[in-house]
């Protein structure tokens, strides 16, 4: 371990391998250390002994509900957009190789205590039940511009500026009620509070459109795709081509210790007496406690089921949004949930999580609204982490430090720190222009 290297990445999250595999494929000499044995850090996946020994603090889960190692449960559960910026960074880098997706059967919205199928297209708008007759052609109307709006040919901007407009002043132009400007904002943009409504209307339509061509691109419900046997599978596959191009893996590593030197600068790793030199530090929050503050709290409840959330038209995989103002919240909740259909519980159960941001002190309270969707449960968890941002000068200490995993049940705000990472370390901007017809295969239906 007495070497000098470019980077040393400390924990195997999704976002340090991401980081770990993007480094070495650019020549970098990177280090990648964990003080856990096992890969994927706070994004690991469990099977069920390992559910068990977490949660009720023994080894032996019932019975009845199935083998053990054909269990894959994600302690952060997300869905992947299937034209999104973490499937460009697995084309980009090849990682594709190493997995296998499906998609996701179907994408719905909560409104006044019923859950509907999310529309994302003008076709889609006519026929849901979520907007009245009229709505129904403000709405299509609304989609017709966005999926016609290309940056570049100001003829499909109509007069308008997106850089300069806010999302309300676009909304208000074709007059949507309340209840579409729901959906359309938090399950079709997947925006996580109401803040994006005084914000340029650029970022919002671009939301929209990429999930309307995520939509189109498998021809699925849904604009998700996900791994088969979980998302545990990501951080491996991207250790593995780092290893490919020479990157050093160390699991099980105690007291992973950043060493400074008298100006504050990050020089190396000390564990169990061994040092290791490097030039930068990239790891997870746990690793740099006093370079980061406490921005927030995750809740989350873990279901196991033996059946599929009603109303889903028995979909094997799902995702739910419930928006904030439907029950009365300053931010979203999300259900999300899977089963043996993409190999992460034995044939006949299913897997559901339902999230959000801690607004209380009463996790079990707090997550009822979307508890109660679910139906009959076998098994029920409940577990919340802090989540933190870093408060360090990256320039001054040489460490860059990844923000905590939000409560969402998509990647693209991680795939964005990742790719923010990546650029404060290298300099450089990842250039993401893959051909993504190219990967089309990467997912059965």
């Known amino acids: 371990m007495d070497e000098e290297y470019d980077v040393i990445v400390l924990g195997t999250g999704l976002k340090e391998c991401i980081l770990s595999g993007l480094l070495s494929v650019d020549g970098l000499k990177v280090l990648h250390m964990d003080r856990n044995d096992y890969y994927g850090g706070e994004s690991t996946s469990l099977n069920l002994i390992q559910l068990w020994k977490r ?13 053990s190692r054909e269990y894959n449960v994600d302690m952060i559960p997300k869905f992947i957009m299937a034209n999104g910026l973490l499937v460009q960074t697995l084309i980009h880098t090849d990682v594709t190789k190493y997995l296998n997706f499906k998609a996701v059967d179907g994408s719905f919205v909560y409104k006044k205590g019923k ?37 570049k040919d100001p003829k499909s901007h109509e007069g308008l500026d997106l850089s300069k407009v806010t999302a309300r002043e676009i909304i208000s132009k074709y007059g949507l009620e309340d209840d579409t400007i729901d959906f359309i904002g938090h399950a079709l943009a997947l925006h996580n ?180 969707l679910l139906g009959p449960i076998d098994e029920i968890f409940y577990h919340s982490y802090d989540t933190y941002a870093p408060t360090n000068n990256q320039e001054e200490d040489n460490c860059f430090i990844s923000s905590s995993y939000d409560a969402t049940t998509h990647f693209e705000g991680t795939v964005v720190d990742v790719l923010e990472m990546y650029t404060k370390i290298t300099g450089k901007t990842l250039d993401l222009s893959v051909d993504l017809s190219a990967a089309s295969a990467t997912a059965e239906n």
């Open 115 to 151: 859950i509907y199928k999310v529309p994302a297209t003008d076709v889609e708008a006519l026929k849901s039940p979520l907007m009245g007759l009229f709505e129904k052609r403000r709405a299509r109307k609304f989609f017709i511009y966005v999926q016609d709006y290309d940056e």
């Open 55 to 67: 949660f009720r603090g023994s080894d032996t889960p019932q019975d009845n509900l199935g083998a």
């Open 193 to 372: 509070d109401d803040d994006y409504l005084d914000q340029p209307a650029i970022d919002f339509v671009k939301r929209i459109k990429l999930y309307a061509e995520s939509l189109a691109r498998f021809q699925g419900g849904s604009p998700y795709i996900y791994p088969l046997h979980g998302l545990g599978e990501l951080p491996q596959a991207f250790a593995r081509l780092s290893a490919v191009y020479g990157g050093t893996y160390m699991l099980n590593k105690p007291e992973c210790k950043v060493e400074f030197d008298d100006s504050g600068k990050a020089i190396g790793v000390t564990s169990a007496g061994e040092t290791a030199k490097c030039k930068k530090v990239v790891c997870d929050p746990s690793y740099l406690s006093d370079k980061v503050k406490k921005v927030g709290k995750v809740i989350r409840a873990v279901c196991i089921m033996s059946h599929p959330i009603p109303d889903t038209s028995d979909a094997h995989s799902v995702q739910i949004i419930l928006p904030q103002k439907q029950l009365s919240r300053k931010s979203d909740m999300y259900l999300f949930c899977c089963s043996y259909a993409h190999n992460v519980a034995p044939k006949g159960k299913y897997i559901a999580f339902v999230s959000a941001e801690a607004e209380t002190d009463n996790p079990e309270e707090e997550l009822k609204a979307g508890i109660e």
